[in-house]
């Protein structure tokens, strides 16, 4: 079996190509600016997600796709780069998998397209999208897009990840070095639930929905434990064995904060430490339910959020990043 990636150098799209190669794939990987790590044993593609003429060469003789491209949601991102990409790139690659007879294309979306669940119960696939930011408004454009492509003759599932962490992943360690080394974390009053997943089993849900996953299906992938994002920064506090270092503020000052951080940081093309996608994390629910997943593709994950931190914070360790 021959799998084209999109998204290979980026942390979900690293270790899925990891196990795709530990399993006897054939790998061809799509990159930008980011070379591959392990681009010896993979096949490479440069270019980028909008160019036609490149993904078509890319896909010649491609059995599946797992696209995992996307623009993340930096301050520095344009609403028309985040729009270029997310959707115009996925709309793309759906044609040019199209136009190459590609038997099965995984869309790897993100739960951000549900916006803030007001319950703390988990939600099925079938709860009701109000996206917040532009980043999960495009990513939703997308996955409406992948989901009109499987209506006609393409075999299209789509995955939609908790919140990823583990080896390798940057956006989580910036966190997790700030509790480290007790810097000042913001956070607001309030709970948030959030639904971690450790990266091993990720992977294993987006090879389950390759394998087993019904045409024009969504499909959460996540955790065995709904958490408060406050119960999220205690765990890694007690895994770091650091008190935790917190400015606990009310909503509205923690606006002002990541809105009074973006201007300062942009001024120097920089990325703020604290901003307002960051403050999503503490204040826009995304509890979901894997029950779809797990009857249907036998996803049963395997991590809960204590051991899969000690096995993050001790990968962070070995690498020389804490």
Known sequence: MQAFVTGGSGFVGSHLIDVLL???????????????????????????????????????????????????GSTLIS???????????TVALLKAARAKHVRRFIHVSSAGVLGSVKAADAVK?????????????????AEKAALD???????????????AYGPRDRRTFKLIKAIHKRKLVIMPR????????????????????????????IYHVAGKEILTSAEIVTAIARACR????????????????????????????????FSRSKLSFFIHSKPLSVAK??????????????????????????????
């Open 22 to 72: 530990g399993q006897g794939w054939r790998v061809r990987a799509l990159f930008h600016r980011s070379p591959l790590a392990r681009s010896a044993q993979v096949e490479t593609v440069e270019g980028d997600i909008g160019d036609h003429a490149i993904l078509e060469a890319g896909l010649e003789g491609a059995d599946i796709v797992f696209h995992l491209a996307s623009a993340l």
């Open 79 to 89: 609403r028309r780069e985040f729009q270029r990409i997310n959707v115009q790139g």
């Open 125 to 141: 696939e079938t709860f009701p999208p109000r996206p917040v930011s532009v980043y999960d408004r495009t990513k939703l454009e």
């Open 149 to 163: 492509f499987s209506s006609g003759a393409m075999d299209v599932v789509v995955v939609r990840p908790g919140w």
């Open 190 to 217: 309030g709970k948030a639930f959030q639904t971690p997943v450790y990266i091993d089993d990720l992977v294993q849900g987006m090879l389950l929905a390759a394998r087993s996953g019904r045409k024009g299906e």
């Open 242 to 273: 650091k008190k935790k270092p917190l400015l606990i503020l009310p909503l509205f000052p923690s606006r002002l904060a990541a809105i009074a951080l973006e201007t300062a940081f942009a001024l120097f093309r920089k990325e703020a430490p």
């Open 293 to 322: 997943a797990r009857e249907e593709l036998g996803y049963v994950p395997k991590f809960d959020f204590r051991r899969g931190i000690d096995l993050t914070l001790s990968w962070y360790r070995k690498a020389g990043w804490l």
